[in-house]
Antibody, heavy 123, light 107 residues
Framework: QVQLVESGGGLVQPGRSLRLSCEAS????????MHWFRRAPGKGPEWLAG?????????HYADSVKGRFTISRDNSKNTVSLQMENLRGDDTALYYC???????????????WGQGTLVTVSS | DIQMTQSPSTLSASIGDRVTITCRAS??????LAWYQQKPGKAPKLLVY???TLESGVPSTFSGSGGGTEFTLTISSLQPDDLGTYYC?????????FGGGTKVEIK
């Protein structure tokens, strides 16, 4: 079964760190471009970071998280992670991982998503 | 960043109705547009990519059209399973950006 399962969310104080993980199954993870998104209440999804099949040499970040968040992958565990530092109240959201499409016309769209993990930043 | 604007933000319709959701880009994106459906507590689901190509397994009651800066998602005959929130997303340039969503309710 093709699926992505996120974990690691929770309640964290402002200024602290949190590491999210996303485990993939049912498809070729090592050949997949993977991304992290979040959706705050009442808003549309926000793209945060992406990582190519080459790993750490192929990463991209949204300006809103650049320097605070780090995306990484472990192909031996079919896992993509998001390390989040210096968390703020406006980082409170549901965080999702997704696989980017690879066929013609679909590169840049996201065709497999997890159900998300909730991160709440509050004192 | 390219801004994506959806309308309406909420839509209430009856079973069998034809429903249209509009998405406007702040600059031209050719046809690099995707539509997603999200039900409460569920993962987003890709419905349409390249503005008008239906993802495998998506019912033919869904269709996408448009290009440049104006796009529409149409449900030809609304079904109970279609309730949820719909998002458009451009992938013409980085960063990929989404509309604010259209919540579809059943009357």
């Amino acid at each position: 079964q093709v699926q992505l399962v996120e974990s690691g969310g929770g309640l964290v104080q402002p200024g602290r760190s949190l590491r999210l993980s996303c485990e993939a199954s049912g498809f070729s993870f090592s050949n997949s471009v993977m991304h992290w998104f979040r959706r705050a209440p009442g808003k549309g999804p926000e793209w945060l970071a992406g990582i190519g099949v080459g790993g750490d040499t192929e990463t991209h970040y949204a300006d809103s998280v650049k320097g605070r968040f780090t995306i990484s992958r472990d192909n031996s565990k079919n896992t993509v992670s998001l390390q989040m530092e210096n968390l703020r109240g406006d980082d409170t959201a549901l965080y999702y991982c997704a696989r980017e499409g690879y066929s013609s016309g679909k590169c840049g769209a996201f065709h497999i998503w997890g159900q998300g993990t909730l991160v709440t930043v509050s004192s | 960043d390219i801004q994506m604007t959806q309308s309406p933000s909420t839509l209430s319709a009856s079973i069998g109705d034809r429903v249209t959701i509009t998405c406007r880009a702040s600059q031209t994106i050719n046809t690099w547009l995707a539509w997603y459906q999200q039900k409460p507590g569920k993962a987003p689901k890709l419905l349409v990519y390249k503005a008008s190509t239906l993802e495998s397994g998506v019912p033919s009651t869904f269709s996408g059209s448009g290009g440049g800066t104006e796009f529409t998602l149409t449900i030809s005959s609304l079904q109970p399973d279609d309730l949820g929130t719909y998002y458009c997303q451009q992938y013409s340039s980085y960063p990929p950006t989404f509309g604010g969503g259209t919540k579809v309710e059943i009357k």
